[in-house]
Protein backbone atom coordinates (compact mmCIF):
# COMPACT_ATOMS: atom_id res chain seq x y z
CA UNK A 1 0.00 0.00 0.00
CA UNK A 2 2.82 2.59 -0.63
CA UNK A 3 2.42 5.35 -2.51
CA UNK A 4 3.94 5.60 -6.32
CA UNK A 5 7.83 5.29 -6.07
CA UNK A 6 8.03 4.74 -2.49
CA UNK A 7 9.94 1.41 -0.72
CA UNK A 8 8.23 -0.93 1.47
CA UNK A 9 8.05 -0.21 5.28
CA UNK A 10 11.96 0.50 6.59
CA UNK A 11 13.34 0.05 3.00
CA UNK A 12 16.50 1.66 3.20
CA UNK A 13 20.21 1.32 3.40
CA UNK A 14 22.93 1.45 5.60
CA UNK A 15 26.74 0.88 4.74
CA UNK A 16 28.32 -2.31 4.70
CA UNK A 17 24.48 -4.23 5.08
CA UNK A 18 22.94 -5.03 2.17
CA UNK A 19 19.01 -4.10 1.16
CA UNK A 20 18.07 -7.81 1.67
CA UNK A 21 20.38 -8.06 4.44
CA UNK A 22 18.21 -5.60 6.22
CA UNK A 23 15.60 -7.08 5.82
CA UNK A 24 15.90 -10.73 6.70
CA UNK A 25 17.72 -9.35 9.89
CA UNK A 26 14.80 -7.18 10.97
CA UNK A 27 12.31 -10.36 10.17
CA UNK A 28 14.55 -12.55 12.25
CA UNK A 29 14.39 -10.32 15.22
CA UNK A 30 11.19 -10.48 17.77
CA UNK A 31 12.14 -8.07 20.78
CA UNK A 32 10.27 -4.78 19.69
CA UNK A 33 13.45 -2.41 21.73
CA UNK A 34 16.11 -4.82 19.84
CA UNK A 35 14.62 -4.47 16.61
CA UNK A 36 14.53 -0.64 17.21
CA UNK A 37 18.42 -0.44 17.53
CA UNK A 38 18.75 -2.73 14.99
CA UNK A 39 16.84 -0.40 12.67
CA UNK A 40 18.43 2.80 14.65
CA UNK A 41 21.94 0.92 13.34
CA UNK A 42 21.20 -0.48 9.45
CA UNK A 43 18.71 2.36 8.11
CA UNK A 44 19.61 4.49 5.94
CA UNK A 45 20.52 8.03 6.73
CA UNK A 46 17.89 10.41 6.16
CA UNK A 47 20.15 12.99 4.06
CA UNK A 48 23.24 12.52 1.96
CA UNK A 49 26.81 14.36 3.75
CA UNK A 50 26.74 18.04 3.70
CA UNK A 51 30.31 18.82 3.17
CA UNK A 52 32.31 20.28 4.78
CA UNK A 53 31.02 19.91 8.13
CA UNK A 54 28.30 17.45 8.13
CA UNK A 55 29.65 14.11 7.33
CA UNK A 56 27.55 11.14 8.08
CA UNK A 57 28.17 8.82 11.20
CA UNK A 58 29.02 4.73 10.04
CA UNK A 59 28.25 2.83 13.31
CA UNK A 60 30.78 0.11 11.61
CA UNK A 61 34.54 0.38 10.72
CA UNK A 62 34.51 -2.53 8.72
CA UNK A 63 32.44 -5.92 7.44
CA UNK A 64 33.80 -7.49 10.30
CA UNK A 65 32.08 -5.11 12.78
CA UNK A 66 28.94 -5.50 10.78
CA UNK A 67 29.08 -9.36 10.91
CA UNK A 68 29.71 -9.31 15.15
CA UNK A 69 26.74 -6.80 15.69
CA UNK A 70 24.27 -8.71 13.53
CA UNK A 71 25.44 -11.41 15.31
CA UNK A 72 25.37 -9.47 18.92
CA UNK A 73 21.63 -8.04 18.05
CA UNK A 74 20.55 -11.98 17.60
CA UNK A 75 22.17 -12.99 21.35
CA UNK A 76 20.28 -9.72 22.74
CA UNK A 77 17.36 -10.70 21.19
CA UNK A 78 17.14 -14.37 22.65
CA UNK A 79 17.93 -12.37 25.86
CA UNK A 80 16.88 -8.37 25.83
CA UNK A 81 16.35 -8.38 29.85
CA UNK A 82 19.51 -6.13 30.53
CA UNK A 83 18.89 -3.84 27.73
CA UNK A 84 15.01 -3.73 29.04
CA UNK A 85 16.40 -3.00 32.49
CA UNK A 86 18.52 -0.04 31.20
CA UNK A 87 15.32 1.28 29.24
CA UNK A 88 13.15 1.64 32.47
CA UNK A 89 15.41 2.60 34.45
CA UNK A 90 13.98 6.28 33.84
CA UNK A 91 11.07 7.09 32.34
CA UNK A 92 11.17 7.93 28.42
CA UNK A 93 8.40 10.15 26.61
CA UNK A 94 10.47 11.60 23.81
CA UNK A 95 11.35 9.83 20.74
CA UNK A 96 14.88 11.32 20.70
CA UNK A 97 15.48 10.58 24.60
CA UNK A 98 14.62 6.98 23.45
CA UNK A 99 16.82 6.62 20.83
CA UNK A 100 20.03 8.36 22.33
CA UNK A 101 19.28 5.14 25.08
CA UNK A 102 19.79 2.46 22.39
CA UNK A 103 22.46 3.94 20.57
CA UNK A 104 24.21 4.25 24.24
CA UNK A 105 23.44 0.79 25.14
CA UNK A 106 25.09 -0.59 22.26
CA UNK A 107 28.43 1.80 22.40
CA UNK A 108 29.13 0.09 25.94
CA UNK A 109 27.95 -3.04 25.20
CA UNK A 110 28.30 -3.72 21.44
CA UNK A 111 31.30 -5.21 19.33
CA UNK A 112 31.83 -1.95 17.16
CA UNK A 113 32.73 1.68 18.24
CA UNK A 114 32.72 2.32 21.97
CA UNK A 115 31.82 5.03 24.44
CA UNK A 116 33.59 7.58 25.61
CA UNK A 117 31.01 9.97 26.99
CA UNK A 118 26.97 10.58 26.56
CA UNK A 119 25.36 14.22 26.99
CA UNK A 120 28.47 16.12 27.62
CA UNK A 121 27.43 19.64 28.20
CA UNK A 122 29.35 22.59 27.12
CA UNK A 123 29.03 26.11 30.01
CA UNK A 124 30.58 29.20 29.75
CA UNK A 125 30.49 31.30 32.54
CA UNK A 126 27.48 29.56 33.94
CA UNK A 127 25.66 28.90 31.00
CA UNK A 128 24.95 25.85 28.75
CA UNK A 129 26.10 26.56 25.38
CA UNK A 130 25.15 23.30 24.36
CA UNK A 131 25.56 19.58 24.56
CA UNK A 132 27.41 16.79 22.97
CA UNK A 133 25.50 13.96 22.30
CA UNK A 134 28.09 11.21 22.07
CA UNK A 135 32.24 11.13 22.08
CA UNK A 136 33.26 7.69 20.92
CA UNK A 137 36.23 5.89 19.97
CA UNK A 138 36.53 3.42 17.39
CA UNK A 139 38.71 0.27 17.26
CA UNK A 140 40.65 1.78 14.75
CA UNK A 141 41.17 4.33 16.98
CA UNK A 142 39.50 7.19 15.82
CA UNK A 143 37.99 9.95 18.15
CA UNK A 144 34.14 10.98 17.19
CA UNK A 145 31.80 13.62 18.25
CA UNK A 146 28.70 11.74 16.84
CA UNK A 147 25.23 14.12 16.89
CA UNK A 148 21.93 11.78 16.90
CA UNK A 149 18.87 12.75 15.39
CA UNK A 150 15.66 10.73 14.90
CA UNK A 151 13.02 12.89 12.80
CA UNK A 152 9.23 12.22 11.51
CA UNK A 153 8.83 14.79 8.83
CA UNK A 154 5.71 15.33 6.15
CA UNK A 155 6.13 17.16 3.01
CA UNK A 156 3.93 19.77 2.54
CA UNK A 157 5.07 21.30 -0.52
CA UNK A 158 4.05 20.79 -4.26
CA UNK A 159 3.58 17.39 -5.12
CA UNK A 160 4.37 17.42 -8.28
CA UNK A 161 6.77 14.80 -10.08
CA UNK A 162 8.60 17.40 -12.04
CA UNK A 163 9.20 20.01 -9.12
CA UNK A 164 12.13 19.08 -6.78
CA UNK A 165 11.12 19.50 -2.78
CA UNK A 166 13.16 22.04 -0.69
CA UNK A 167 14.06 20.97 2.62
CA UNK A 168 11.91 23.41 3.99
CA UNK A 169 8.97 21.48 2.32
CA UNK A 170 9.47 18.76 5.14
CA UNK A 171 7.75 19.77 8.54
CA UNK A 172 7.07 18.15 11.52
CA UNK A 173 3.63 17.22 12.28
CA UNK A 174 3.19 19.25 15.02
CA UNK A 175 4.43 22.39 12.78
CA UNK A 176 7.00 23.43 15.56
CA UNK A 177 9.98 21.65 13.65
CA UNK A 178 11.19 21.82 10.14
CA UNK A 179 13.77 19.99 8.59
CA UNK A 180 15.70 23.08 7.17
CA UNK A 181 16.00 24.55 10.51
CA UNK A 182 17.05 21.52 12.06
CA UNK A 183 19.96 20.50 9.54
CA UNK A 184 21.22 24.19 9.85
CA UNK A 185 21.15 24.15 13.91
CA UNK A 186 23.44 20.58 13.69
CA UNK A 187 26.14 22.38 10.92
CA UNK A 188 26.19 25.40 12.81
CA UNK A 189 25.53 24.73 16.20
CA UNK A 190 25.81 20.95 16.97
CA UNK A 191 28.69 19.68 15.36
CA UNK A 192 31.25 22.30 15.79
CA UNK A 193 30.57 22.34 19.86
CA UNK A 194 33.60 19.84 20.15
CA UNK A 195 35.84 22.18 18.26
CA UNK A 196 34.96 25.03 20.44
CA UNK A 197 37.51 26.77 23.04
CA UNK A 198 35.64 26.34 26.08
CA UNK A 199 35.58 22.18 25.28
CA UNK A 200 38.84 21.93 26.18
CA UNK A 201 37.80 21.96 29.83
CA UNK A 202 35.27 19.70 30.12
CA UNK A 203 37.57 16.57 30.71
CA UNK A 204 37.86 14.99 27.16
CA UNK A 205 40.20 16.27 25.64
CA UNK A 206 40.59 16.10 21.78
CA UNK A 207 40.90 16.71 18.35
CA UNK A 208 37.01 14.88 18.21
CA UNK A 209 36.08 14.49 14.72
CA UNK A 210 32.63 15.74 14.22
CA UNK A 211 29.78 13.34 12.67
CA UNK A 212 25.56 13.67 12.09
CA UNK A 213 23.74 10.46 12.59
CA UNK A 214 20.54 11.72 11.29
CA UNK A 215 17.92 8.78 11.12
CA UNK A 216 14.17 8.94 11.04
CA UNK A 217 10.95 8.95 8.09
CA UNK A 218 9.75 11.29 5.48
CA UNK A 219 5.93 10.84 4.73
CA UNK A 220 4.39 11.71 1.30
CA UNK A 221 1.19 12.99 0.50
CA UNK A 222 -0.77 9.91 -0.96
CA UNK A 223 -0.49 9.98 -4.84
CA UNK A 224 1.97 12.77 -4.99
CA UNK A 225 6.05 12.19 -5.74
CA UNK A 226 8.01 14.70 -6.01
CA UNK A 227 11.57 14.75 -6.97
CA UNK A 228 13.99 14.53 -3.55
CA UNK A 229 15.08 17.80 -2.49
CA UNK A 230 18.81 17.51 -2.99
CA UNK A 231 19.75 17.14 0.03
CA UNK A 232 18.07 13.93 0.89
CA UNK A 233 19.33 10.39 0.59
CA UNK A 234 17.42 8.65 -1.88
CA UNK A 235 16.91 5.62 0.05
CA UNK A 236 15.58 7.19 2.87
CA UNK A 237 12.68 5.45 4.76
CA UNK A 238 8.96 6.54 3.52
CA UNK A 239 5.57 7.27 4.38
CA UNK A 240 2.11 8.17 3.78
CA UNK A 241 -0.05 11.34 4.65
CA UNK A 242 -3.56 11.77 4.13
CA UNK A 243 -6.30 14.16 5.31
CA UNK A 244 -9.46 12.81 7.42
CA UNK A 245 -11.54 13.67 4.66
CA UNK A 246 -9.40 11.47 2.02
CA UNK A 247 -8.85 8.73 4.64
CA UNK A 248 -12.17 6.74 3.94
CA UNK A 249 -11.31 6.43 -0.01
CA UNK A 250 -7.65 5.90 0.60
CA UNK A 251 -8.17 3.15 3.25
CA UNK A 252 -11.39 1.22 1.34
CA UNK A 253 -8.71 -0.35 -1.05
CA UNK A 254 -5.93 -1.78 1.59
CA UNK A 255 -5.62 -3.40 4.70
CA UNK A 256 -8.49 -3.98 7.32
CA UNK A 257 -5.85 -3.91 9.78
CA UNK A 258 -4.92 -0.50 11.46
CA UNK A 259 -3.78 0.68 14.69
CA UNK A 260 -2.25 4.14 15.97
CA UNK A 261 1.69 3.85 16.66
CA UNK A 262 2.47 6.09 20.03
CA UNK A 263 5.36 8.00 19.71
CA UNK A 264 8.15 5.29 21.06
CA UNK A 265 7.04 3.37 18.46
CA UNK A 266 8.10 5.27 15.58
CA UNK A 267 11.34 3.39 14.62
CA UNK A 268 11.58 0.49 13.27
CA UNK A 269 8.57 -1.55 11.38
CA UNK A 270 6.31 -2.78 13.76
CA UNK A 271 5.80 -7.04 13.78
CA UNK A 272 4.14 -8.86 16.44
CA UNK A 273 3.09 -12.52 16.92
CA UNK A 274 -0.09 -13.13 17.87
CA UNK A 275 0.44 -14.43 21.38
CA UNK A 276 2.40 -10.99 22.04
CA UNK A 277 0.06 -8.98 20.77
CA UNK A 278 -2.55 -10.17 23.07
CA UNK A 279 0.26 -9.86 26.26
CA UNK A 280 1.07 -6.20 24.86
CA UNK A 281 -2.87 -5.57 24.48
CA UNK A 282 -2.31 -4.57 21.18
CA UNK A 283 -5.56 -3.88 19.43
CA UNK A 284 -6.34 -4.15 15.58
CA UNK A 285 -8.95 -2.34 14.37
CA UNK A 286 -10.43 -1.53 10.56
CA UNK A 287 -10.51 1.82 9.21
CA UNK A 288 -14.08 3.28 10.31
CA UNK A 289 -12.92 2.36 13.53
CA UNK A 290 -9.73 3.79 13.62
CA UNK A 291 -11.00 6.88 12.17
CA UNK A 292 -12.96 7.52 14.92
CA UNK A 293 -9.97 6.64 17.59
CA UNK A 294 -8.00 9.71 15.82
CA UNK A 295 -10.77 12.06 15.28
CA UNK A 296 -10.42 14.12 18.71
CA UNK A 297 -6.74 14.01 18.02
CA UNK A 298 -5.86 18.11 17.53
CA UNK A 299 -2.90 17.47 14.97
CA UNK A 300 -2.17 14.31 12.75
CA UNK A 301 -1.96 10.82 14.10
CA UNK A 302 0.49 8.22 12.90
CA UNK A 303 -0.89 4.79 12.11
CA UNK A 304 0.36 1.59 10.59
CA UNK A 305 -1.30 -1.08 8.54
CA UNK A 306 -0.71 -4.42 9.14
CA UNK A 307 -1.01 -8.09 7.43
CA UNK A 308 -0.80 -11.34 8.55
CA UNK A 309 2.48 -13.49 7.02
CA UNK A 310 2.22 -16.90 7.04
CA UNK A 311 3.46 -17.71 10.77
CA UNK A 312 0.57 -15.73 11.86
CA UNK A 313 2.10 -12.86 12.75
CA UNK A 314 1.00 -9.19 12.06
CA UNK A 315 3.61 -7.50 10.03
CA UNK A 316 3.77 -3.75 9.40
CA UNK A 317 2.62 -3.15 5.46
CA UNK A 318 3.18 0.69 5.74
CA UNK A 319 2.92 3.26 7.85
CA UNK A 320 1.63 6.99 7.39
CA UNK A 321 -0.53 10.15 9.32
CA UNK A 322 -3.97 10.70 9.27
CA UNK A 323 -3.90 14.72 9.09
CA UNK A 324 -6.82 17.14 10.06
CA UNK A 325 -8.31 18.72 6.97
CA UNK A 326 -6.66 22.18 7.41
CA UNK A 327 -3.79 20.60 8.46
CA UNK A 328 -2.35 21.06 4.74
CA UNK A 329 -2.35 24.53 4.13
CA UNK A 330 -1.52 25.35 7.81
CA UNK A 331 1.72 23.34 6.98
CA UNK A 332 2.23 24.80 3.32
CA UNK A 333 2.11 28.27 5.33
CA UNK A 334 4.49 26.90 7.88
CA UNK A 335 7.01 25.91 5.48
CA UNK A 336 7.38 28.85 3.74
CA UNK A 337 7.71 30.69 6.78
CA UNK A 338 11.77 32.58 6.58
Not at 47 to 76: I, K, M, S
Not at 99 to 109: D, I, S, T, V, Y
Not at 151 to 173: M, T
Not at 207 to 214: D, G, S
Request: hydrophobic share 45%; net charge neutral.
Amino acid sequence: MTAAGEPAAGSSGAPGVGAARRATLLDTLHDPAVRDLAWLLISADLLRPQPPVGVLANPFDTPQEVEATVDWLRALDAAPEPLHHDLAATRITRLGRYAERLLGWFLQHGPAARLVAAGVPLRRAGVTLGECDFLVQTRRGARLHWELAVKCYLHAGDGHAQLAARLSDYVGPNLKDRFDLKLAHVLNHQLPLSAREEFASVGYPGPWTPRMFIKGWLFYRHGETPLDAVELDPTHARGWWVTRGDWPAFAAAHTQKWRTLPRLEWLAPRRHSADEAQAAGLIFVDAQTLAGQTSHQHGPAMVAAFTEDSAGNLVEHSRGFIVPDEWPEQARNYARQQ
